[in-house]
């Protein structure tokens, strides 16, 4: 009976151990399988941050970038508006001038009594009240005669080229060369093609 207990303690003993075995193998396929598991989820995880840092870079760039161009487009076209004012400030100084030497001629004598009449009709109200220069004081008979009405003739420091204003109790207009030459300013910018958008 020795033999046989023997014998069936080894093969009790192949029996563990065989279970054992394959124990021992499940546990090391498993971890195998938990490794590869945890590599994978490291790997998906790296590449999701390099993604993720990639794309913060880009925006980054593209930001600096958008904001470089900005700067320089700003920089044009303030270089393009004082281009554009200073033609504007030369195109008006010779305009200046040559007003200047046209309200030294008879000519201009002229323009104020054809104003002064223009007044005279479109102006309604009592109390007329025409402005002008004091140089244009001179021509201040001229002028009453082609508003033809009663009316005082006062002088206005604020006219610098020539022209006339007007007031009564209801109505103003302003028919000056300096309203007149604003208002041509305006037009040079908004049709000389120099418009910057």
Known sequence: MKKTESK???????AINADADKACESIKNDALKEKRERLNDAAKQLESECLESIAK????VRSEGNKTLTD??????????EKRDQISRNVFAKVEAKLSDFVKTDGYR????????QIGERIKG????????SEDLAYEDDIKKAVGRKCILR???????????AS??????????????KNE?????????????
Do not use: H, P, Y
């Open 8 to 14: 069936s303690l080894s093969e009790f003993i192949r």
């Open 57 to 60: 870079a880009e925006k980054s």
């Open 72 to 81: 320089l487009e700003n920089k044009m076209r303030n270089e393009l508006i």
């Open 110 to 117: 002229e323009l104020l009594k054809k104003s002064a009449a």
């Open 126 to 133: 009592e109390n007329l009240i025409i402005f002008a220069r």
């Open 155 to 165: 002088q206005d420091n604020t006219i610098k080229l020539g022209g006339l204003k």
């Open 168 to 181: 009564t109790d209801i109505q103003a207009a302003d028919d000056t060369l300096d309203c007149r030459l």
């Open 185 to 197: 300013r305006e037009w040079f910018v908004n049709n000389s093609e120099l418009k910057i958008v």
